[in-house]
């Protein structure tokens, strides 16, 4: 097993493996095997990451990438995985630390899917509930089971959302960063800017209804200590920078 192992000391190799050739090179063309079919097949390969990322961390722990004359595993990943080498990190850890999840079932909820239980896997260590996580990654779909991994994370609910565009002129640019900026000062700075847009745009609402006369219910627009204001309130406060 020397071939599979490596001493380190502050991050840096010690003892180099003795690499067994004809299995470094067995493994070298697999990784590639699999990459090649990346344009013709793209459906395919993601039906092996299970596979890719298994000879990954056995070339990384063999320093397979020897054979080749690079420097590093990263200069290796650089050179399978030119567009991103982040792929290739995901699938190595999905290789580590679900390994307590068939491969068949593995393969089942798809390399995104179980990419999302690593980071479960990761958080809840021992008590990691694999039974559960596995059932959801099958009967959700993607988007949901992101939400359900991100609420179990963070301990809050979370809800759909997208990425809204707008063009500005630059001469406008200073008014609208002027206006997050006051708002991110009075609602505090834990507070996302899209959060802080919506309150901008909350604060007009209510003063848009008070000039018109309308019966529009009043929005809540929290300040920095946690109360709420309404009304003429709201709009002294976002519209009067201190």
């Known amino acids: 097993m020397i071939g599979l192992t490596s001493l380190w000391i502050n991050g840096r190799t010690l003892v180099s493996p003795e690499i067994n ?5 067995v493994v070298l063309g697999k990784i590639d095997e699999i990459l090649s079919w990346e344009q013709a097949k793209e459906h395919e390969r993601d039906e092996r ?17 020897r054979l080749e004359n690079l420097k590093s ?9 030119p567009e991103s080498r982040r792929k290739a990190y995901y699938l190595m850890a999905i290789h580590e630390h679900l390994t307590r999840i068939p491969k068949r079932q593995l393969r089942e909820v798809g390399w995104s899917k ?5 980071k479960v896997a990761r958080r809840d260590g021992g008590e990691f509930d694999c039974a559960t996580w596995l059932h959801k990654a099958k009967e959700l779909p993607k988007e949901d089971f992101k939400r359900a991994v991100e609420s179990h ?12 565009y707008f063009k500005l002129y630059k001469s406008q640019l200073p008014v609208v960063e002027r206006a997050l900026e006051t708002a991110t000062l009075m609602l505090g ?6 959060y802080c847009l919506e309150m901008i745009c909350a604060d007009f609402l209510a003063g848009a209804a008070l000039e018109t006369g309308e019966s529009e219910p009043k929005i809540g627009c929290p300040t920095s200590n ?17």
Do not use: N
């Open 114 to 118: 179980a990419t999302e239980l690593v």
């Open 73 to 81: 595993f990263d200069e290796f990943l650089e050179k399978r995985f």
């Open 49 to 65: 990451f299970v596979e890719l990322g298994e000879h990954l961390c056995e070339v990384r722990a063999g320093q397979y990438w």
């Open 21 to 25: 050739r004809r299995r470094a090179l």
């Open 226 to 242: 946690g109360e709420s204001l309404t009304g003429s309130e709201q709009r002294v406060s976002m519209g009067s920078p201190k």
């Open 153 to 164: 994370l963070t301990g809050r609910e979370t809800e759909p959302w997208e990425i809204i």
């Open 189 to 194: 700075s834990d507070r996302s800017r899209g």
